[in-house]
């Protein structure tokens, strides 16, 4: 008759939530807000990190419209220019002097003719020239230059 604590005023406070129907029942709903957390937080981990994985030598590539072509099993040689005109076949640096001796003794071991020329947008047409002259006195007749999608068709 008192307005005293009771024993089932008790149970009612602290984990026990009470449901439409009067009763209480623990709380068994799963909370996916730290998940959301944690996942936003490895998607701007790998954001950050994609870029990071681009591998050779840092070249800013001229853009065009043209479609890539399709990749084969053997890795095929990579010539590259950097702005600064350093040469580099495959990972290693190159000097010009030594550019077609070098070529004639890797297509002399190679079945495959092919060569991919990555240069910089910022070199010039004669540079470029000069080296695939380079490339086709070395016995490399299949010359593919390397650029990035999303340019002008002019």
Do not use: C, H, W
Not at 7 to 24: A, D, T, W
Not at 51 to 67: H, N, Q, Y
Not at 78 to 91: I, N, P, R, V
Not at 128 to 133: A, K, L, P, R, T
């Amino acid at each position: 008759m008192g307005g005293g604590i009771t024993q089932s005023n008790l149970q009612n406070s602290g984990r026990r939530r009470f449901s439409k129907k009067g009763g209480n029942r623990l709380m068994s709903e799963i909370n996916v807000t730290p998940f959301v957390d944690v996942m936003l937080v490895l998607l701007i981990i790998f954001m950050v990190a994609a870029p990071l994985l681009t591998v050779g030598v840092e070249i800013e590539l001229p853009k065009t419209s043209a479609k890539a072509l399709p990749t084969e099993k053997e890795a095929p040689l990579t010539l590259s220019l950097t702005k600064d005109k350093e040469l580099y076949l495959q990972d290693t640096k190159i000097e010009f002097s030594e550019l077609i001796p070098k070529l004639k003794q890797i297509a002399e071991q190679r079945n495959d003719n092919r060569i991919f020329i990555r240069a910089d947008g910022a070199n010039n047409y004669s540079t470029i020239m000069e080296i695939m002259g380079a490339l086709n006195s070395s016995n490399f007749s299949n010359i593919s230059l390397v650029t990035e999608s999303g340019g002008s068709t002019y």
